[in-house]
């Protein structure tokens, strides 16, 4: 329905979320991916890119970062929480800030 209201950018940042609730329920391949009904984390992260959304690339990482802490992948974890290091630019939230510090 956002997108029938051309509500495209509220559509694209909620993508992130929506995904990782489904890897949480269990419904992709790959847990500490997000990929699989609502989006392709690297389809979104190059739209991110050439549209110069550093939000919508901040939360993508935010989200995947956090499977990949709930799923055992610490390193992984901390890896992303490094490619999200201005994530105080680009976030909209305190809390994903204080989330990305702690990794």
């Given at each position: 329905?956002?997108?029938?209201?051309?509500?495209?950018?509220?559509?694209?940042?909620?993508?992130?979320?929506?995904?990782?609730?489904?890897?949480?329920?269990?419904?992709?391949?790959?847990?500490?991916?997000?990929?699989?009904?609502?989006?392709?984390?690297?389809?979104?992260?190059?739209?991110?890119?050439?549209?110069?959304?550093?939000?919508?690339?901040?939360?993508?990482?935010?989200?995947r970062?956090?499977?990949?802490?709930?799923?055992?992948?610490?390193?992984?974890?901390?890896?992303?929480?490094?490619?999200?290091?201005n994530?105080?630019?680009?976030?909209?939230?305190?809390?994903?800030?204080?989330?990305?510090?702690?990794?």
């Amino acid at each position: 329905q956002a997108l029938e209201l051309n509500q495209t950018l509220a559509y694209s940042v909620n993508q992130p979320l929506r995904q990782f609730t489904l890897n949480l329920l269990g419904r992709s391949s790959d847990p500490v991916k997000l990929v699989g009904e609502v989006m392709d984390e690297d389809a979104l992260l190059t739209v991110a890119e050439e549209g110069g959304s550093s939000l919508l690339r901040s939360l993508v990482l935010f989200y995947r970062m956090w499977l990949e802490y709930l799923f055992g992948k610490y390193e992984c974890a901390a890896e992303t929480a490094t490619q999200n290091r201005n994530v105080q630019k680009d976030s909209a939230g305190r809390f994903a800030i204080v989330c990305n510090h702690a990794f």
